[in-house]
């Protein structure tokens, strides 16, 4: 191992104790993918937890449902120690400025699972307060899921404002609630968070995967390929193959298939994603860094979403939409 590596830290079940919780009340803000599972898992953890929501919304009835206690926002920021931010980003400063920010006396926390808003001065907290993130690495179903079998997911933490002393305790305690130290929870910063999270999506997890699939099957079926074998060597099977590096890395993937694959893909991958696609990656690193495509996005939210709503309805007249959607529904994958 290079000597210049330094090796993060991780923080497991051992190092955290909950007692700095035990007489907190956590309110919530938001029960959909996130807060459901969060909530409950904290809860169950044996924390005192409440809910922010619109009154009498879907959300709202679910929550009693599943026993909560449950309060408009405003009620439920006032009732709060820890106000833990789980909606949308783009819906939290509103939400924020309206319903949150009259009721952060001194002494409270104020808690993310992204760091956008905070990184991007969309929200701006008062100095008497702390604010945290606590950012399972994972879908909100997931996190539950998990916590249900007694292990937990991957987390970020990250301290921005540090008022009480014990922030990063605060923040690791949420993380132990939510099982996330039985697999390992490492800190960060609010800006390497937000920065890494939006270049990570747009080059590689949303943006290139779905470019380079596309892609793919366009040159297969351009080719004069049928356009179904197309989807089964240019997307299907992607998922084969990102299954293997997730539990065995490249390496492990390269020993799982062909001889063939193994040249092939070495050989030719590198020619195909070359330095021009990597220094294509580079300048979106430069706009995220600069804010720049944090302000595209904000006002694209603000005048309606059109230009997004143009690029998914072009995605979904693809060609490998409806031949996947067809393939989809003949193997029982999708309904």
Not at 276 to 290: L, T
Request: with cysteine; proline share 4%; net charge neutral.
């Amino acid at each position: 191992m290079s000597g210049d590596l330094q090796l993060v830290r991780v923080y497991y079940d051992k190092d955290v104790s909950l007692d700095l919780l035990k007489n907190k009340t956590i309110a919530v803000i938001g029960y959909g993918s996130q807060g459901h599972a969060q909530a409950q898992n904290m809860r169950d953890s044996g924390l005192k937890v409440i809910l922010g929501l619109r009154p009498k919304g879907e959300s709202w009835n679910r929550a009693k449902k599943d026993g909560f206690e449950v309060y408009p926002v405003s009620e439920a920021a006032e009732k709060g120690d820890i106000i833990h931010m789980l909606i949308p980003d783009l819906e939290q400063p509103a939400v924020y400025r309206d319903h949150v920010e009259p009721y952060l006396t001194s002494g409270k926390a104020l808690g993310f699972a992204h760091g956008f808003n905070i990184h991007f001065k969309q929200i701006v907290p008062p100095p008497y307060v702390d604010v945290i993130m606590i950012a399972p690495k994972s879908p909100g179903f997931k996190v539950r899921d998990m916590y249900l079998n007694s292990f937990g997911v991957p987390a970020l933490i990250a301290v921005y404002q540090n008022h009480s002393g014990q922030a990063t305790k605060i923040a690791l305690a949420m993380a132990k609630s939510l099982g996330c130290t039985k697999a390992g929870v490492l800190e960060t910063s609010f800006k390497e968070e937000t920065e890494s999270d939006l270049v990570g999506e747009q080059t590689v997890l949303i943006g290139g995967l779905i470019e380079l699939i596309k892609k793919g099957f366009e040159v297969l079926v351009e080719a004069g390929y049928q356009p179904e074998l197309a989807y089964f060597e240019a997307c299907n099977e992607a998922k084969l193959i990102m299954d293997l590096i997730y539990q065995g890395g490249f390496t492990g993937m390269l020993k799982a298939v062909s001889k063939t694959a193994n040249y092939g893909g070495l050989v030719v991958g590198p020619k195909v994603i070359d330095e021009h696609v990597k220094e294509n990656m580079r300048k979106a690193v430069r706009d995220v860094q600069s804010g720049k495509f944090a302000k595209e996005w904000i006002k694209e939210r603000e005048t309606g979403e059109k230009k997004l709503n143009a690029f998914i309805k072009k995605l979904e007249d693809h060609q490998i939409e409806k031949v996947g959607s067809f393939i989809r529904k003949t193997a029982g994958i999708e309904k």
